[in-house]
Every structure is written in structure tokens, then in C-alpha cells.
Nanobody
Framework: QVQLVESGGGLVQPGGSLTLSCAAS????????IGWFRQAPGKEREGVSC????????DYLYSVKGRFTISRRNSQNTAYLQMNSLKPEDTAVYYC?????????????????????WGQGTQVTVSS
């Protein structure tokens, strides 16, 4: 059974940092790209970051470039999203997802529509 579990969310002040983890079970992540997405109240879900199968290619939403860093440890079947200099507008539920390898495994232009298996999400709230 494919399962993704996010953790690491919470309440943080503006300018603070959080690291989200995405632990996979039931399959090995080596063969798929991983994406992080978020959905704020009243807004559509948006793709935040993507990392290719072996981590050689990464892509970021323009508004998080320079603040967020995506990484993965295939040996631990886990992906991460390091978030620094957090802003109130980063407040959302964050989801990780495997990306359908039939669509992309290199984080090219199609990755935001390629989510296949999803975690349950973790809440990130940035507020003073």
C-alpha cells in the first residue's frame, strides 16, 4: 500500500523556519520525482517545489525561490522541504506527492499537474 506521511508543520513567527518531511512507505521513491504542494484557505492548490528522481533537478514556485530548499534521501525513502524566512502568505496546508512517471520524472513544465499519490498534509501557519 502506497503511503506518504508529512510532518514538521506548525506555528511559526514571520521570518522563522520550518522543515517539512515526507516519509514514503509501500514503495521506493528512487524511481519517481517528488513534489511539494500547498493550499491556503479559499485558494487553489499550487505546486511549491519539485525534485527529480535522483535529486539532480529542482524547481520552485517563484515566490519561494531563495527561501525554500527541497531535498531527498532515497536511502531513507524521505523527501524534505526546508523553509526559511517564512511569510504570512506561506500559511497553508502543505502536501507532498509522488509525480506520475508517465508525465514527468525530471520536474519539467508538467510537474504541477502530475501528482499521483498524496499525503494527508501538514498545516503551516506563519503568524505573530
Amino acid at each position: 500500500q502506497v503511503q506518504l506521511v508529512e510532518s514538521g508543520g506548525g506555528l511559526v513567527q514571520p521570518g522563522g523556519s520550518l522543515t517539512l518531511s515526507c516519509a514514503a512507505s509501500g514503495f521506493t521513491v528512487d524511481n519517481v520525482a517528488i513534489g511539494w504542494f500547498r493550499q491556503a484557505p479559499g485558494k487553489e492548490r499550487e505546486g511549491v517545489s519539485c525534485i527529480s528522481r535522483q535529486g539532480s533537478r529542482k524547481d520552485y514556485l517563484y515566490s519561494v525561490k531563495g527561501r525554500f530548499t527541497i531535498s531527498r534521501r532515497n536511502s531513507q525513502n524521505t523527501a524534505y522541504l526546508q523553509m526559511n524566512s517564512l511569510k504570512p502568505e506561506d500559511t497553508a496546508v502543505y502536501y507532498c506527492a509522488t509525480l506520475d512517471p508517465q508525465i514527468t520524472y525530471l520536474c519539467d513544465d508538467n510537474w504541477r499537474g502530475a501528482g499521483q499519490y498524496w499525503g494527508q498534509g501538514t498545516q503551516v501557519t506563519v503568524s505573530s
